[in-house]
């Protein structure tokens, strides 16, 4: 949840809801998909309520994995989340790096242009095996606090004295390039009785959650247009009035939209529609 989300709006709105609902596995893998996907809206990356939901669903039939490998078998699960479970929740003897841990390791062993399987290899040697989830968890907040992307500060850190990336700590750090790709929709608009009809999606982006339909668009018809930004994507979504959708229509009443399995993309066209 906290992907591309503030702690803060994640605790207010999503994680008590999400416990509260769904207290234990077998209650997130008997629910239904379109209800956990209501729950996620809002919170982007789509995938994930997916997986967990088939990860429930797959945990229900053959019980808790117990090792990193078993874990990295569920959908969504990289190493990183299947050895943060395993170190902080099972308190394994595991090695665990995350953005944080990453560069404290490339700058303490002079890791240039180390691909990530160096990384974690440095990371397993590394690791205070008497101590892994404190070492672990030390590593992160050192990162998070200390060794710092921008001018780390190297005079606090209890590793100085054997840190070989102290002198040039900043040739560590690569800036990621984001190429953002330009996507224009064009979007149906279709009310009766008070209900907007609203179709699933089969795209990879919105993927079982529901979307005002594609449309091809006619000028006389045009609404609105506005602005989205999701992951890479920079969407110009403009809306049309229609009569004609040839999909599967689910029918959702206005005054309960809120509460349905939509994006944020779809919530913004709410306010042209409402
Ligand atoms: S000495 Fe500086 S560069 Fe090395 S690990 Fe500590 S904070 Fe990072």
């Known amino acids: 949840m906290l992907q591309q989300t503030q702690v803060s709006r994640v605790l207010e709105h999503y994680y008590p809801t999400f416990l509260k609902r769904y207290p234990t596995i077998n209650d997130l893998a008997e629910s239904s998909l379109d209800e956990l996907l209501a729950l996620w809206s809002g919170l982007g990356y789509y995938s994930r309520a997916r997986n967990l939901h088939k990860s429930a669903s797959i945990c229900k039939e053959s019980g808790l994995p117990t090792s990193v490998k078993q874990w990295m078998a569920l959908p969504g699960i990289g190493r990183y989340t299947a050895s943060a479970i395993c170190s902080f929740g099972l308190e394994q003897e595991v090695s665990v790096v995350d953005t944080n841990i ?87 608009v279709l009310v009766r009785e008070n209900k907007l009809a609203l179709v699933k999606s089969k795209e990879r982006l919105y993927h079982s959650l529901l979307t005002l339909p594609h449309i091809d668009p006619i000028e006389e018809n045009f609404i609105a247009k506005y602005k989205h930004s999701y992951t890479k994507y920079r969407i110009t979504a403009k809306l049309y009035h229609t009569e004609e959708i040839n999909e599967e229509i689910h029918w959702y009443d206005l005054s309960q939209i809120e509460n349905a399995p939509i994006s944020n993309l779809t919530k913004k066209a709410l306010k042209f529609i409402v």
């Open 102 to 188: 990453a560069r404290v390791l490339k700058r303490y062993f002079a890791l240039l242009d180390a691909k990530d399987i160096t990384i974690w290899s440095y990371a397993d040697k590394f690791l205070n095996k008497k101590e892994s989830k404190a070492h672990n968890l030390a590593l992160m907040d050192l990162g998070s606090l200390i060794c710092t992307p921008k001018t780390p500060l190297c005079r606090l850190c209890p590793l100085q004295s054997s840190c070989q990336g102290r002198e040039n700590p900043e040739i560590y750090i690569k800036k990621k390039k984001i190429i953002y790709k330009e996507l224009e929709l064009f979007l149906g």
